[in-house]
């Protein structure tokens, strides 16, 4: 998973946003880039499709703390959100430390949520890794929307492991930082265990 660079006494680690098409996943990673110091990021690299949307991933190092002398990087990514993309999503997963589901609050974006969830835990699985051993949090982004689902219905459909969750209004960084911070710790719980 993680991948250390002796020269540099750096700890690498990969945290993937994963969700449905437009929940926010992007949104969440600008705003972090963008209220970010400029010293403690690298750049942001974005690849689209003819439908402009992302398609590979967005790329923010962050340097935060140190675990035996070594700094800790983040390198955070987002999947494609949408299903016909699904091998870059497994691509993307590949070599995870931790993941940030991120759901869309609307109504009418469930079946989209699950969907999601389903196909985040298979591919999870095909790369060997599995959800209740892997760091993840769930945030419920789009929450000031005026038809959003009720946090207890979201959370029952899906947070079935109880895992850390947060509400959020990625637009205006509510709760972004929170879930930012949240998935960051229990990576590091996990490298932790293993030094």
Do not use: W
Not at 47 to 68: C, H, N, Q, V
């Amino acid at each position: 998973m993680s991948f250390i660079n002796y020269s540099a006494r750096e700890i690498n680690c990969k945290i993937v946003y994963y969700g449905p098409g437009l929940c926010g996943k992007t949104t969440n990673l600008n705003f972090i880039y963008g209220k970010t110091n400029p010293d403690a990021k690298g750049k942001m690299i974005s690849l689209a499709t003819e439908t402009e949307r992302t398609l590979f991933f967005d790329f923010l190092p962050l340097s935060l703390g140190e675990i035996k002398g070594f700094k800790t990087r983040f390198h955070l990514y987002t999947v494609p959100g949408q299903i016909f993309y699904d091998a870059s999503r497994k691509l993307i997963l590949k070599g995870v430390d931790g993941i940030v589901f991120v759901a869309d609050s609307q109504v009418e974006r469930m079946d989209a949520n699950m969907e999601s969830l389903e196909n985040m835990q298979e591919n999870v699985e095909e790369h060997g890794y599995s959800l209740d051993t892997i760091p993840y949090v769930i945030q419920y982004n789009k929450r000031d929307i005026d038809d959003c689902v009720p946090l207890d219905e979201m959370k029952s459909m899906l947070n079935k492991r109880g895992v850390p969750d947060f509400e959020g209004k990625a637009m205006t960084g509510e709760g972004v930082f929170e879930t930012l911070k949240a998935v960051v710790k229990l990576v590091l719980v996990e490298l932790k265990k293993g030094t």
